[in-house]
């Protein structure tokens, strides 16, 4: 069983800053593809950043060059790093690992509001 674990969120404001890390279990981290998604009220939950295992990494259009995803293998954790966060940026957060290109498991999410 893969264990997911959020932390980071918390309330910033336009322009501030956070990182997220994703504890997880195993060697889910070094062996998987890894992803940070986020669902805002009312919206479909979307993919936001992944990092595969060669190291790869895409984002989703509206964060590129703000948002930067990462892993450290020792520590089994993934990370995203927000800069420039905007109000648009609000969500809960849910790390994703997914295992023999199939199987998704999710962390419990993490509460990131941008708000004045």
């Known amino acids: 069983q893969v264990q997911l674990v959020e932390s980071g969120g918390g309330l910033v404001q336009p322009g501030g800053s956070l990182r997220l890390s994703c504890a997880a279990s195993?060697?889910?981290?070094?062996?998987?593809?890894m992803a940070w998604y986020r669902q805002a009220p009312g919206k479909q939950r979307e993919l936001v950043a992944a990092?595969?295992?060669?190291?790869?990494?895409i984002y989703t259009d509206s964060v590129k060059g703000r948002f930067t995803i990462s892993r450290d293998n020792a520590k089994s954790t993934v990370y995203l790093q927000m800069n420039s966060l905007k109000p648009e940026d609000t969500a809960v957060y849910y790390c994703?690992?997914?295992?023999?290109?199939?199987?998704?498991?999710w962390g419990q999410g993490t509460q990131v509001t941008v708000s004045s």
């Open positions: 994703n690992a997914r295992l023999r290109a199939t199987i998704d498991y």
């Open positions: 195993g060697s889910v981290v070094s062996s998987n593809r």
């Open positions: 990092m595969f295992t060669g190291g790869s990494t």
